[in-house]
């Protein structure tokens, strides 16, 4: 069996193992039909797992809302078509829980995925993203395919992206708690650091991938979560802790909030993987410090 891997040098990629690894735009240009096309013709892969995507926190889509619909969609159209055309048999493309409707029951549960707007702050990724639960069902009711979808919670670990404007909230956390340490000033949060994410370690995500492509026979989405609510101000302290950060955390009220929680069930992953042990949140976070700590110079920032 031959997996094809898109997105494999991003932060879930690189810790999924598979044959043929798509890492980039100037390897092929997925948002370009006749670069994706030529690849699956040359490479005809079995199963694809399709992490590829234009993603960033929540600065970067507010600021760029058109542009993270375009070139998602165009994406995500281009790998299941190409998919499709080609004869793979296997389909798992990647979602995220931030792409729910902001205003819907809690839990989410995989049900409740187009029962609404989603939240201002990232409609037009979230839209684009969910055109790919609505195409795979497509391609299921007209070709009988078994392509399917996992909605992660809010994934953090080594190699992201740990840019301080467009990145996810632990790598910018991570990122300036360093500077803090290293420069003795304080540690500045966004927002109140009231909302509550709940995390999950990339590792985990990984192992958890690896299992759904070789057992999980189901074409329903898996929302892939602790169900773990942690507020943004633990995550902080966290960091500090992890970072050995001594200084003063503070809240800068003046930038935004987003979403305030998106709280998730995870029963369907549960009866899928009845024993999975997740990577305790204060352990994760010590890994990833290590890790951009160690890698300074060479990651992402
Ligand atoms: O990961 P994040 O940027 O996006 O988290 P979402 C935003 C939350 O973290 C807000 C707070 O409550 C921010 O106020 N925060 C505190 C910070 N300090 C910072 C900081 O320095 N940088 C950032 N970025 N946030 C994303 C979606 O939603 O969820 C993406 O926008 C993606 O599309 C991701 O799907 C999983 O969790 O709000």
């Keep these: 069996m031959t997996t094809l891997l898109t997105g494999a040098n991003g932060l879930v990629g690189s810790m999924i193992d598979a044959d043929l690894r798509i890492s980039g735009r100037d390897q092929v240009d997925l948002r370009d039909w006749y670069s994706t096309e030529r690849y699956f013709r040359s490479h005809s892969p079995d199963t694809v797992i399709h992490t590829a995507a234009r993603v960033g926190g929540l600065g970067a889509n507010m600021n760029n ?15 299941l078509e190409a998919s499709r055309k080609f004869g793979v048999k296997r389909v798992v493309s990647f979602l995220s ?3 729910f409707p902001d ?3 809690y839990p989410l549960t995989e049900d409740k995925l187009h029962q609404g707007e989603p939240h201002f702050s990232n409609f037009g990724y979230a839209y684009a ?8 069902r ?3 009711t007209q070709h009988g395919l078994d392509y399917t979808c996992v909605i992660p919670t809010n994934i953090y670990g080594p190699h992201d992206n740990f840019n301080l404007k467009d990145s996810h909230v632990l ?7 360093y500077l803090a340490k290293r420069d ?12 509550l994410r709940e995390f999950i370690f990339s590792e985990d995500v990984g192992k958890l991938t690896n299992l759904i492509c070789q057992y999980y026979t189901g074409n329903d989405p898996l929302i892939l979560s602790t169900s773990e609510e942690i507020s943004i101000r633990q995550a902080a302290y966290t960091v500090a802790e992890a970072m050995g950060f001594e200084g003063k955390v503070v809240f800068d009220y ?3 909030d987003g979403q305030f929680r998106k709280p998730t069930s995870n029963l369907r992953l549960r009866d899928f993987v009845p024993e999975f042990e997740f990577t305790p949140f204060n352990e994760g976070v010590k890994k990833t410090v290590d890790w951009f700590v160690s890698n300074y110079d060479t990651c992402r920032k």
């Design 65 to 79: 809302m058109a542009d993270f619909y375009y070139d998602n969609i165009l994406i995500n159209s281009n790998v």
């Design 97 to 99: 829980t931030c792409i």
């Design 103 to 105: 205003d819907v029951e």
């Design 129 to 136: 993203k969910r055109m790919l639960e609505v195409h795979s």
């Design 138 to 140: 497509a391609l299921k």
């Design 171 to 177: 790598p910018a956390l991570i990122h300036k708690c």
């Design 184 to 195: 003795n000033t304080d540690l500045v949060v966004w927002g109140s650091g009231k909302p």
């Design 254 to 256: 003046s930038k935004p």
